[in-house]
């Protein structure tokens, strides 16, 4: 049988497409399962960022 | 306390006996400690890591060790550490135990009360996955789908307000898509009839607003209509309000109803309690026993509890009533303060001038508004009283209400005199459009991110869930399959008195990420769900067996479980059956057999004397549990006669004697004459078991050896006077009188007890065939080896 972090790795493998993502998801996983309000901090400041960046484009040139 | 896994220099397997309370579950707390660092169960009660050491230790000095007899593990060792309370220290060869012990090897009857009590599908699938070693896994997928649910309901919030900003710019620009190009056409458009310079890219918008701005500056017309027009799209948005006064004079009535006198209120703290016991109660392990006082209840607490309970019904009703409308009106609070704060950030002079009452009313509700939600989020318990009906800002609520069409035909009849000028008018709704038309576009770009940004995390968060959904099922059924004919092999041993109910198997529901169904065939056809036909005693049995079956499949390199009173739901006939499906199947495992049944004790205390037994008695705060090395009854016997105690030898003898003839007579289908009382005579019970032997066992001019033992076992008046007599103190026999009777019942018994399956002979009728055996075959009494020919 195979352990967490090891099916983790083996899928990384498999799914070369969801690498990135799931380097960025073992943050927030541990035994006690997935740490849902951490992830939905991150996932706010995310948001907050792309708005930031989007509002920069709205700046005309000096 | 120490366990003791060794006897007579031999590592064999341990048996504890103890009443509810002895502190015998304890064992199992620690054994999962040791290997988890946590102990789930108590957890999921609200123990807390500080609360698993003595109480008097302070953490200081706790420990579970184990030693071991294996080439390279010596003792593994995990000391609670006050520092970090989650993560002991661990010593000895630690890791290297971990990694052979890598699998759950402990049920606990609550564990397989789940397994039956839960119907739900989901719930059966989370025990699957917890003895397939997939438990993490589980966890995971929980806690994954949680996230998803609740980001897709974050997606869909935005995708609302990214709809309506492109909404909001369509009708602007009378266009179907939106694009910065379209935007900046439309912007130049304005310009140019304002004579302001192109511009190429939206980022110098402000540039064509900020000119314009200087227009409508200039015409004082049309920047006040341009304010009207501004403030009349903010009325829209704040309107309709309803009304406050009616949900907070009825909440008041139901508030007054409850409190109305101290007995409602009491009764409302007694009702919450009650509810909090209904949901425990199921859980402990004693279940007469107050979870409150600690003290015991003469019937059934449960049932009274909730009888309790429900004569508060009424009372209930009504705070269940008052809750609801109490969180309504804490909603609309909430949502008025939004639409309050949006209109306060007016600037216009002579909005703000036209409007002076309004906006002063909005200030009073606004400074208000957050006492009153205080208030409101208050348990009703802390409520000494409450009166927000008379409050000024209920009343202000209802002004601004009741000017609504006032208030907005002004803003409509200052906006029609504003636009009697066509040029105005033009430069007013050109700074309008403008100004929305910018506005809007923001939203609609910042959300367009947002939305890709969060269907992006979603798709591939969906994407993961879906993998480890996959690799969970696979696991489940490929595991299933190799572990089923352990699986099917163990409910048969269990549930052979029932030759109808056969091969079980584990269904996974397709299109459903977490549900299992049981299978069962039943008289030849598969019925699936397999509960339409079995016994909560069976389930059990299904439970059991997989388990088991996942214990060999997945511990092979750590031979040893746990089974914590496991036999508790089960048939006293099946019980027995447990110890032979672990002498049948395991005796290769260690097993620390818990229990709390006296007769199943004494069952496998017959049944395995090579194992270590202790019998815990009591239990107390400084010491923990108390006990001692336990005797079967053979032991105990031999005890007292070595001891020379032929009163008490002979009363232990007279006590196993009636257990086994019962056992035996069970066994052998013996014809018995009925008691009312249930009670019967050694004699009672002998007679009629000897006399079915000799019926069965009869072949002409041959004797069978079981009967001349006991005939052998008979002639002696002795036994005779012992059957009648051996309750009686007065009558006093001799240590070589029982003495005798003791060993002649041995020489019987080794005849008719199997010590590898661990069973009586029983009667059993094949087709026509007739045979006297045990439950693996290696006795058979009508075998010709066991009789004698005679002349």
């Known amino acids: 049988m195979t352990e967490l972090k090891n099916w983790i790795t083996q899928l990384k493998n498999e799914k070369p497409e969801l690498n990135d993502f799931i380097t960025k998801l073992e943050g927030f996983i541990s035994d006690t399962g997935f740490n849902t309000n951490k992830f939905e901090k991150a996932v706010e400041i995310g948001l907050q960022k792309k708005e930031e960046e989007v509002i920069k484009t709205f700046t005309a040139d000096a | ?791």
Request: charged share 25%; with cysteine; net charge neutral.
């Open chain 2, 1 to 791: 306390m120490v366990i003791d896994f060794i006897k007579g220099n031999r590592a064999t397997s341990a048996l504890i006996y103890g009443r509810n309370g002895t502190g015998k579950s304890s064992i199992v707390d620690a054994w999962e400690w040791l290997l988890n660092f946590n102990i789930e169960n108590l957890r999921r009660e609200g123990v807390v890591f500080t609360d698993f050491p003595h109480k008097a230790s302070n953490g200081n000095n706790s420990y579970i060790s184990v030693d071991f007899q294996h080439t390279s593990i010596n003792n593994a060792t995990a000391k609670f550490n006050i520092k970090k309370i989650s993560s002991p220290t661990i010593s000895g060869e630690y890791g290297e135990f971990k990694a052979l012990s890598k699998y759950p090897n402990y049920l606990r009857y609550t564990d397989l009360n789940e397994f039956i009590c839960n119907k739900r599908k989901a719930e059966r699938y989370e025990y699957i996955a917890k003895f397939f070693g997939l438990e993490k896994f589980s966890l995971l997928q929980d806690t994954l789908q949680a996230t998803i649910n609740k980001q897709t309901v974050n997606l869909q919030n935005i995708q609302s307000t990214f709809k309506a900003s492109t909404n909001s710019v369509n009708v602007i620009t009378g266009l179907t898509t939106v694009d910065e190009a379209i935007v900046v056409n439309f912007i130049n458009s304005i310009g140019a009839k304002h004579k302001i310079p192109t511009i190429n890219t939206f980022k110098d918008s402000e540039k064509v607003k900020s000119a314009l701005q200087k227009i409508v500056q200039t015409n004082p017309i049309a920047r006040e209509l341009s304010e009207w027009k501004s403030f009349q799209t903010k009325q829209n948005q704040f309107y309709p309000i309803t009304t406050a006064k009616l949900n907070c004079t009825v909440l008041e009535q139901l508030f007054n109803d409850l409190k109305q006198n101290e007995e409602s209120i009491k009764q409302l703290i007694l009702s919450s309690l009650y509810e909090l016991s209904i949901e425990i109660l199921p859980k402990l392990e004693d279940k007469s026993k107050c979870p409150v006082c600690d003290e015991t209840f003469d019937g059934d607490l449960l049932k009274h509890i909730t009888e309790k309970h429900n004569s508060l019904a009424a009372l209930n009703k009504n705070k269940t009533d008052f809750d609801t409308k109490k969180s309504a009106l804490e909603k609309q609070f909430e949502g008025l303060a939004r639409k309050v704060a949006a209109l306060e950030s007016e600037s216009s002079s002579v909005v703000l001038s036209t409007f002076q009452s309004f906006f002063d009313n909005l200030r009073i509700i606004s400074s208000a508004l957050p006492e009153l939600t205080t208030t409101l989020k208050k348990p009703l318990k802390d409520l000494a009283s409450l009166s927000l009906s008379d409050d000024p800002t209920i009343e202000k609520i209802d002004a601004i209400i009741s000017n609504e069409v006032a208030d907005r035909k002004i803003v409509a009849d200052k906006i029609i005199a504003l636009s009697k000028d066509e040029t105005t008018r033009t430069l007013a709704q050109d700074y309008t459009n403008l100004s929305n038309i910018i506005e809007n576009f923001k939203g609609y770009s910042i959300n367009k991110e947002k939305v890709t940004y969060l269907e992006d995390i979603n798709d591939k968060l969906q994407a993961f869930l879906a993998c480890l959904t996959t690799y969970i099922q696979t696991i489940i059924k490929t595991t299933f399959e190799s572990i089923s004919a352990d699986v099917v092999d163990y409910f048969n041993v269990l549930e052979n008195s029932n030759p109808d109910i056969k091969n079980p198997s584990l269904k996974l529901l397709t299109g459903k990420d977490k549900a299992v169904e049981l299978e069962i065939e039943f008289a030849s056809e598969k019925v699936t769900p397999a509960f339409k036909f079995l016994s909560e005693s069976q389930v059990n049995s299904f439970g059991l067996a997989i388990f088991l079956a996942a214990v060999k499949h997945f511990n092979s390199d750590f031979k040893f479980f746990i089974l914590d009173d496991v036999v508790n739901s089960f048939d006293s006939f099946k019980r027995p059956k447990v110890s032979q499906l672990i002498a049948s199947r395991f005796s290769d495992f260690q097993v620390l057999m818990i229990t709390h049944d006296q007769i199943f004790f004494d069952t496998v205390q017959k049944q395995f004397p090579e194992w270590q037994r202790y019998k815990f008695t009591s239990w107390s705060y400084t010491t923990g549990p108390k006990y001692k090395l336990s005797k079967n009854y053979t032991e105990e016997i031999q005890e007292y006669l070595d001891e020379d105690k032929p009163i008490t030898a002979g009363q232990t003898l007279g006590r196993y004697l009636e257990w086994i003839f019962g056992a035996l007579n069970e066994n052998m289908q013996t014809p018995i004459s009925y008691k009312v009382e249930n009670v019967y005579t050694l004699s009672e019970f002998y007679n009629p078991l000897v006399k079915r032997f000799r019926d069965k066992l009869k072949i002409a001019n041959k004797q069978h050896k079981l009967i001349v033992l006991f005939d052998e076992f008979e002639s002696s008046t002795i036994f005779r006077n012992y059957c009648a007599h051996w309750k009686n103190e007065a009558n006093q026999f001799t240590t070589d009188e029982i003495d005798g009777i003791f060993k002649k019942w041995n020489g019987i018994e080794q005849m008719i007890f199997c010590t590898s399956c661990k069973s009586l002979v029983f009667f059993e009728k094949a087709d026509t065939a007739e045979y006297i055996r045990c439950t693996c075959g290696t006795i058979n009494l009508k075998e010709q080896s066991h009789y004698l020919t005679t002349v």
